[in-house]
């Protein structure tokens, strides 16, 4: 298929190719990927003269294709083929001349498996070779000519387009990336030759476009502060530095900024501001790959006429927003730098004070000559940072003027800047050290704050927020900012384009941090100001605004609850809160009905719950429990989607309020009035009232906090009469749902079943909190349990009914595993088995009557708490039972996988593993032999152990980790097992299932581990666990067992870092077998591996810096 350009009727291989892509044509995407990656050869075109086809030759028939468009008059459609042929040529260039070779050489190679007679001719591979270099080189003298050609960095001006598809400027600056990296991947010879022999001259005589030098400048640094550039890079940049920066980043700055804007445009960008840009991006790159600060950057340019930093506060004048953005990135980056050259410093003036008199005369005149270079920077810093701060506080006046024309860009670039110079100058702030005065600076970050864009406001709040606590002052100003700005803006209430969220967002995230700096700063005036705003909005006539304004106020009070709460004396605290809380009882029903006031007067409530029974009468403390209970009652259904903003709703929150006042203080609870109230709440959703199922646990929790404070002669009385309305109701929802599943009607079954589980979590609730609340006085757990056991007998009825009749639905089995796990805390001798074989008996009814694997996983966690719980006890009995369980959850996902055509050894690991690893811990002799009937010994270990390989692959970090865990325990449970021990019939069943678990361990497991983690392919979270787990393989083995593994993973095709790297590799897995080997280190070197696979260069990591690198790191002769 072919695709059309305008006024064309076909198109030429080439730009059809890209065009494809351009279209995510997944074939035209695959062939560009292909094409760049490696070479074909093409014996038949021409018999006897074979030719290679790669990316130089793709390249050079799309620039001819282009160029002839273009001369046809199509350029206007070709942007985008330029922009994407660019991309991929540059990541192409990063490959090396050498990887280029090795490439050609196997395109021969492979091709004389099909072409015998190539083999006779021992000149071809080189001729080839030669060849692709040459036309390599061709097409970078083409770029060149395209990139330092003047006529491509001009626009059409009647039309403001540019006047070829190479004028483009992203593409353009793509070819300028290009040359950079292919000098780069040549060597350090090439990167100073471009540099010294053609920019620099070029610049001097103002022959090359300065946006073409200043964007190979940039990229130079950029790609050599890679992991694949050459060694020797390093030390070129460093040679090179002072020239690039005073001949050509400077002078092509300073002019930039002086066309940038002149005769004052306030217009779009233009080339100047593209120049100034990319200068001021290349200075800052060059900064970072040199670690040059300011100071050194100023040392280099007094040699000039450039006041290099007086330049750089001339660019925060720039009409363009990227100029800004990349001076702001410099001043960072500059000052940044500088700091820790400061650290440096520091530590040095420590060493020298410490080790006089403890090291020889020479020592301490080299340490003595180090802090003396580093001196010079505590000098110089803090008078540049003082010019950095009065340089961008006269921005403020400009920030007013740009706010006024609604150039939210440039502001938020400002503001960006202030906060970079006020973070670093901070320290001398708080010294008085600073020469001058901050409040200019000050002021734009107030501006900043004031700004009604939450991002503009929100990069001056993290800025101030970093220098609030320290001064009181400046916590008092700012207070009232972030208050104003608390109040949720009216017009985004009913607005669904994403606004509200943004907004809840950066209050959630920004404000709140900002609020608790003030709040650090200025404690008492934070509090009174905070108590007199909820007064004033209590007391005030109900307005559509009031209800914002007073959720605002609680908001803030909310935002430093955690600090507050710490304070060692809480008179003042206790005082303000019983002000606050009296205000919330006396104000308008109206206003504390809103569902916003609801939600944040709750989570008030929730925060300071713990500080209330401190206040000096328990006023505060009803007024407050009032307020929870009154919560579920409220009616919230005319507020629509007010009843529910951001991750919290009102009932939530009235739950969460309420159990921190049950938990905090259950005696006040006790009377009949308080009791019937939380009857009545807990009976709530039995009376029609909607109230989700995590409220309701939220809620339990509190009101076994209650019941626990009974004398426990009351506890079963209060615990069934607790569990009775859900029992009930599980009667009769159970009902419900069956006579529907007869009827087959499936789904509308699925709200019963959801109601179903609701109530069964509800009872594991009741169990859990029961058994985990805590009291003042001392309690006998077995009291615990016996008030319990009654509720269990009560439900166990209508639980097995439903684990009969539901157990293939995975939202029920989700729900009595959850309750069967959480019941295991009433078993703790073997005086209890009568009830662990009850819940035992369930589990297996349920496992057997689920029918997919997603419906068996919720109850293996009841396996795995089982053999947790009792796997080390010595019974018969209980390994019995757990043998039933594994069993039966092994048969059951077998079963599933046939249903489901899933690979079943891999739906066994993804599913089991967590529960084997438990077995692997505590029973280890019942793991190894488990199997069914008539099956091998072992069975059950031997699934597990073929899929291992498959299951560390997978695309699931989750999986990963679990199988890595049990793997590693599976080793420490074969280290732990003592055949000498055992009976001639154990070891019979044993030991063939031990030498296959450690033959898997030493080939496919091995090869998996070490390619998945070496060639950096697993998640990074993984490298550690992987290397520990490798290292465990490695350490009863001998070398000739896992040799062949070690090499195979290493021999892959997904391995690119040399040959270098793999001797080194090699030989420090023999040292961890032959001695030991110290973990750390040698989780380092796999994780440097890792590191270095992470990049998109093809072929540029073997033998660059970064493997020179590794290589001296952890050669064993170093």
């Not at 074939?27 to 074909?40: K, R």
């Not at 280099?300 to 001339?314: E, H, M, Q, R, Y």
């Not at 009070?557 to 060692?568: L, Y």
């Not at 055949?979 to 031990?994: A, F, N, Y």
Request: hydrophobic share 40%.
């Amino acid at each position: 298929m072919r695709y059309c350009l305008v006024g064309r009727v076909d198109m030429s291989h080439a730009v059809n190719a890209l065009d494809h892509a351009l279209r995510a044509d997944p074939q035209g995407l695959a062939f560009l990927e292909q094409t760049a990656s490696l070479y074909v050869l093409d014996a038949a075109s021409t018999p006897g003269h074979p030719t290679t086809y790669g990316w130089w030759n793709f390249l050079n028939d799309a620039l001819n294709e282009v160029e002839r468009y273009e001369s046809e008059g199509a350029a206007s459609n070709l942007e985008g083929h330029v922009r994407l042929l660019a991309t991929i040529t540059r990541r192409v260039a990063r490959r090396p001349p050498s990887s280029d070779r090795r490439l050609v050489k196997i395109c021969f190679a492979n091709a004389s498996m099909t072409h015998m007679n190539l083999m006779a001719n021992a000149q071809l591979s080189q001729s080839l070779v030669g060849s692709n270099a040459e036309l390599r080189e061709r097409n970078m003298g083409r770029i060149a000519a395209i990139v330092f050609d003047w006529s491509f960095h001009r626009t059409n001006s009647s039309a403001g387009h540019p006047t070829s598809a190479f004028s483009d400027p992203v593409a353009m600056e793509q070819f300028c990336g290009v040359l950079a990296c292919n000098a780069v991947s040549s060597g350090p010879t090439a990167v100073r030759h471009l540099v010294t022999d053609w920019i620099v001259p070029g610049v001097d005589s103002q022959q090359l476009p300065p946006q073409a030098v200043v964007a190979i400048i940039l990229h130079i640094s950029v790609e050599a502060r890679g992991k694949g550039c050459p060694a020797g890079t390093k030390d070129v940049i460093s040679s090179l530095l002072p020239s690039v920066c005073k001949s050509i980043i400077g002078p092509i700055l300073l002019e930039s900024l002086r066309e940038g804007d002149e005769g004052g445009s306030s217009g779009g960008e233009n080339i100047n501001h593209r120049i100034a840009a990319i200068s001021l991006r290349s200075l800052e790159s060059w900064c970072r790959a040199n670690e040059i600060g300011a100071v050194k950057l100023h040392k280099i340019f007094n040699s000039t006429n450039i006041n290099i930093l007086v330049t750089i506060a001339d660019a925060l004048y720039s009409n363009s927003e990227a100029v800004i953005d990349a001076v702001s990135e410099l001043i960072d980056t500059l000052l940044q730098l500088d700091e820790r050259e400061a650290s440096i410093s520091q530590g040095l003036s420590i060493a020298q004070s410490l080790m006089n008199g403890v090291m020889s005369d020479t020592g301490l005149n080299s340490l003595d000559l180090a802090r003396q270079i580093t001196g010079e920077n505590d000098t110089a810093r803090p008078r540049i940072l003082s010019e950095f701060v009065s340089a961008v506080g006269l921005q403020r006046f400009r920030f007013s003027e740009r706010q006024t024309k609604g150039d939210v860009s440039v502001c938020r670039c400002l503001a960006r800047t202030a906060a970079v110079v006020l973070t670093h100058a901070q320290d001398l702030i708080k010294k008085g050290t600073l020469e001058g005065s901050p409040d200019g600076l000050l002021d734009l970050l107030f501006k900043a704050v004031a700004h009604p864009s939450v991002y503009v406001c929100g990069i001056a709040v993290e800025a101030l927020t970093n220098v609030a606590p320290s001064s009181a002052e400046l916590s008092t100003k700012l207070l009232p900012f972030l208050q104003g700005k608390a109040i949720i803006p009216f017009h985004l209430i009913e607005n669904d384009d994403g606004g509200l969220e943004e907004y809840i967002n950066f209050r959630e995230r920004v404000l709140a941090d900002g609020l608790a700096g003030c709040y650090a700063g200025c404690n008492a005036f934070f509090l009174q100001s905070c108590s007199s705003a909820i007064e004033e909005f209590c007391q005030a006539s109900p307005t559509s605004h009031l209800p914002y304004q007073l959720e605002a106020a609680l908001f803030c009070m909310v935002a430093v609850a955690e600090k507050a709460v710490k304070t060692t004396d809480k008179g003042d605290l206790c005082t303000q809160l019983q002000r606050m809380i009296s205000a919330l009882a006396k104000s308008h029903s109206t206003t504390t009905s809103h569902p916003l006031v609801t939600m944040k007067a709750c989570r008030f409530v929730n925060k300071y719950a713990r500080v209330l029974p401190l206040c000096e009468t328990n006023t505060a403390f009803e007024i407050a429990s009032e307020l929870a209970i009154n919560a579920f009652n409220q009616d919230l259904s005319s507020f629509g989607s007010l009843q529910s903003i951001g991750d919290s709703s009102p009932l939530s929150e009235a739950a969460n309020a309420l159990k921190q006042l049950l938990c905090s203080s259950p005696a006040l609870f006790s009377s009949p009035a308080a009791l019937s109230a939380l009857e009545n709440a807990w009976k709530a959703p039995y009376d029609s009232k909607r109230i989700d199922v995590e409220e309701r646990e939220i809620l339990c929790s509190g009101l076994c906090a209650v019941l626990i404070s009974f004398p426990p002669d009351q506890w079963t009385a209060s615990v069934d009469n607790l569990a009775r309305p859900v029992i009930a109701c599980l009667n009769i929802v159970s009902k419900e749902a069956e006579q529907i599943m007869g009827k087959g009607n499936d789904e509308s079954v699925g709200p019963i079943l959801i109601r179903l589980s609701n109530e069964i979590r509800l009872l594991a609730a009741i169990v859990h909190n029961f058994m985990k609340s805590k009291t003042d006085k001392p309690i006998d757990d077995r009291d615990r349990r016996k008030a319990l056991i009654p509720l269990l007998h009560s439900s166990w009825p209508v639980l097995t009914h439903i684990g009969d009749k539901c157990a293939s639905h995975t939202v029920v089995t989700s729900s009595i595993g959850k309750l069967l796990t959480e019941s295991l805390l009433l078993v703790e001798s073997e005086e209890e088995l009568p009830l662990l074989n009850e819940l035992v008996v369930l589990a297996k009814t349920v496992i057997t009557k689920s029918t997919s694997s997603s419906s068996v996983a919720p109850m293996l966690t009841f396996v795995e708490q089982v053999v947790d719980q009792h796997g080390t006890k010595r019974n018969d009995a209980i390994h019995n039972m757990i043998k039933d369980l594994i069993l039966v959850s092994y048969e059951a996902i077998l079963s599933s996988g046939k249903a489901e055509g899933s690979e079943h050894s891999q739906l066994i690991a993804a599913t089991m593993f967590r529960t084997l690893s438990s077995c692997a811990k505590r029973c280890p002799l019942l793991l190894l032999t488990i199997a069914r009937d008539g099956k091998e010994s072992g069975e059950v270990i031997h699934c597990c152990m073929e899929a291992s390989p498959q299951t560390l692959k997978s695309n699931e970090p989750d999986a990963i980790v679990i199988t890595i865990r049990f793997l590693a325990m599976l080793i420490s449970a074969l280290k732990s097992i003592s055949l000498e021990s055992l009976d001639d019939g154990q070891k019979q069943l044993l030991v063939p299932v031990i030498d296959y678990i450690n033959r898997s361990f030493r080939a496919e497991i091995l090869i998996s581990l070490v390619t998945l983690s070496c060639c950096g392919i697993l998640p990074l979270d993984a490298v550690t666990d992987f290397a520990s787990l490798i290292q465990q393989i490695l350490s009863p083995s001998q070398w000739q067992d896992v040799e062949a593994s070690i090499s195979a993973a290493f021999c892959t095709n997904q391995f690119l870092l040399g040959d270098e790297v793999k001797t080194v590799a090699i030989a420090t897995f023999k040292r961890c077998i032959e001695s030991k080997y110290p973990a750390s280190t040698f989780a380092d070197m796999i994780t440097d591996m890792w590191n270095m696979h992470q990049t998109d260069d093809t072929g540029a990591i073997a033998g660059g810096e970064a493997v020179l690198q590794f290589v001296k790191k952890f050669s064993k002769d170093r």
